[in-house]
């Protein structure tokens, strides 16, 4: 199996699947059971925003990330509903998503607010994730490479991370995500490839902790964690149910 520096990264997306005490409810269990994952597993959970601190406090002492679903590119300011990377990073946020696909197409974030979000959150000291995928309309129109290295490009261009500051990139076609359609193994694998080395062009010294996100569930997502270039999964759906979630994590020795 794929490790990147000895781990496989599980990533959970509560999204707004998990409330306020389903939140407390999934992160105390995940406390209870930590000793019992294997070592090489690394887990990160990310909560609503309003259940975020309570679920940082219950993981921190059990090696369990917490991280933001979105954040703001500014500090602070007159922006209504918003909350910002060092707020989160305050709450106890070790990660931040960025331009996950609900947010681009449900939310219609642009490719140039993924770019500021990068910086903010880099600015704070947060971990940023970056996601990246075609839209099933860019995959019948061939179009798949070009929108990722648009987002590549958009997101990356000019980013200074510090030294010893991960880049985590989610892979994760649009077209799979929330829908149960799974992409092939192979096929994120040869995608995978493809972002890492755009990634080297856009970054040189950078070597991106990839994972792959859309429709990962107990029964598949060994095929994903077998590819040499997929290092970890970035999970929804099976993530915000504790025995899905729990038969992805021992499915890791
Ligand atoms: P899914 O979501 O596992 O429910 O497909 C993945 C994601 O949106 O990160």
């Not at 306020?20 to 406390?31: F, G, K, P, V």
């Not at 059990?62 to 007159?78: E, P």
């Not at 709450?91 to 947010?103: D, K, P, Q, V, W």
């Not at 070597?207 to 970890?232: C, K």
Request: net charge neutral; with cysteine.
């Amino acid at each position: 199996m794929s490790l990147y520096k000895g781990k496989y990264y599980l990533f959970a997306n509560w999204k707004m699947y998990l409330d306020y005490d389903e939140s407390n409810i999934e992160a105390n269990a995940l406390a209870v059971e930590a000793k019992r994952f294997s070592p090489r597993v690394k887990m990160a959970v990310f909560p609503n925003a309003l259940s975020l601190y309570p679920v940082a406090q219950v993981l921190r002492d059990v090696d369990i990330g917490v991280g933001a679903q979105n954040t703001h590119w500014l500090d602070k300011g007159g922006y209504t509903g918003e909350i910002s990377a060092p707020m989160f990073k305050a709450a106890g946020c070790e990660y931040a998503l960025i331009g996950h696909s609900e947010r681009r197409h449900l939310f219609s974030e642009s490719n140039d607010d993924t770019q500021k979000k990068m910086e903010a959150v880099v600015k704070n000291g947060l971990t940023p994730v970056l996601c990246v995928g075609e839209t099933l309309q860019d995959r019948r129109d061939g179009k798949t490479n070009d929108t990722i290295e648009i987002q590549l490009r958009a997101a990356l261009q000019g980013l200074t991370l510090p030294k010893g500051r991960a880049l985590i990139i989610a892979y994760e076609p649009v077209w799979a995500i929330g829908s149960g359609e799974s992409c092939n193994p192979l096929e994120a694998e040869k995608e995978h490839k493809n972002i890492i080395r755009l990634v080297r062009g856009l970054l040189p010294k950078i070597e991106p902790i990839m994972l792959y996100g859309g429709s990962v569930r107990p029964d598949n997502a060994l095929d994903y964690l077998s590819q040499p270039s997929i290092h970890g999964v970035l999970v929804g759906g099976a993530s915000a149910k504790l025995k899905t979630w729990e038969e992805i994590i021992y499915n890791i020795k």
